[in-house]
């Protein structure tokens, strides 16, 4: 009789249980992929507190183009990183970039710093812009992402020097651009949907910010040395007229998928728009910025 069942026999008379040897463990499944998280809740940060600049941060008076989507900013901001005291690369994305606690006491060590999570942020995103200013020898940088809009007041909140460009377009040719940019993807309607967010967005920040600078799109493709002597002159800088012959630039300076990077862009020079929509082909979900914009009659 083997030692296992001797084993087994005194265990059950005496406790009613047995030994079994373990069944083989079965190979590791896939590794499950954590659920995609919610919306995160905008940080606190120090407001209305007034940012101490000479302390937290690098950059002094960044210049921030808002606009909608498909609206012109990559050829202004092409024009504008022409001159010779404007650096402005490709779309950052800034807002995207966040800070997180590793633990509570992280926590505790930095509100003993008095700063919170956006404030830290903050700070990040001042970094990466002074880090790419300073790698161009340049004196101010220049951004340019669309959905900067979106967080127009924390922009505003975390660089209280920032000067801001509003760029505008025909609303019905910003939903064509976006549309014919990838019809695949999204017919006109949506194309108009989704583009409206972004317009929208533009227009608060137009409300909630003083002291900016408006430009139409189709105004600096029919005038571009008016329209950029009049910018020059709102940012404080002299104009160069080389800014109007921005040149062929190399694939470091237009980036497939941060900014528009066709044909059309890398010619070196301001080309003409396209004609406006006639006043019946305004679609009504476009109809009201279109007014507010000042494209009807």
């Known amino acids: 009789m083997s030692l296992m069942r001797s084993l087994n026999r005194a265990l059950s008379a005496t406790t009613g249980l047995q ?3 373990a069944a083989a463990l079965a190979p590791p499944g896939p590794k499950k992929t954590a659920a995609k998280p919610g919306k995160r809740p905008t940080p606190v940060y120090r407001c209305p507190a007034p940012v101490d600049l000479a302390t937290d941060r690098l950059l002094r008076e960044p210049v921030f183009i808002m606009s909608p989507v498909r609206s012109g900013s990559t050829l202004l901001r092409m024009l504008l990183n022409a001159h010779s005291r404007f650096h402005s690369p490709h779309e950052l994305h800034i ?8 633990s509570r006491l992280s926590q505790r060590a930095m509100s003993a710093l008095d ?29 340019k992402t669309p959905s900067n809009a979106f967080v127009y ?20 040719s910003i939903a064509r651009s976006w549309h014919e940019g990838d ?27 003083t002291g900016g600078h408006t430009l139409r799109y189709e105004d600096l493709t029919a005038g571009p040395e008016k329209e950029m ?11 160069e007229p ?38 019946n082909e305004i679609p009504a979900i476009l109809r009201p910025m279109c007014e507010a914009w000042g494209y009807t009659s």
């Open 95 to 102: 807002r995207r970039l966040e800070v997180d606690f590793g």
């Open 19 to 21: 030994v079994r040897r």
């Open 242 to 279: 080389s800014m109007l012959d921005y040149g062929r630039k190399d694939d470091t300076q237009v980036v497939k998928g941060l900014g528009d990077w066709r044909d059309k862009i890398r010619t070196g020079q301001v080309q003409s728009g396209r004609a406006l929509p006639a006043e």
């Open 229 to 239: 002597r009049r910018l020059c002159a709102f940012l404080d800088v002299d104009f």
């Open 183 to 209: 019809p695949d993807k999204r017919t006109f309607d949506e194309a108009a949907a989704d583009a409206l967010r972004y317009m929208q967005a533009v227009d608060n920040a137009r409300k909630g910010i």
């Open 115 to 143: 700063l919170e999570r956006g404030d830290l942020e903050h700070l990040l995103w001042d970094r990466v812009m002074h880090r790419e200013l300073v790698r161009s020898g340049k004196d101010f940088i220049v951004e």
């Open 153 to 172: 007041r924390r922009i505003r909140d975390c660089w209280p020097d920032a000067r801001f460009v509003f760029l505008l377009r025909h609303p019905v």
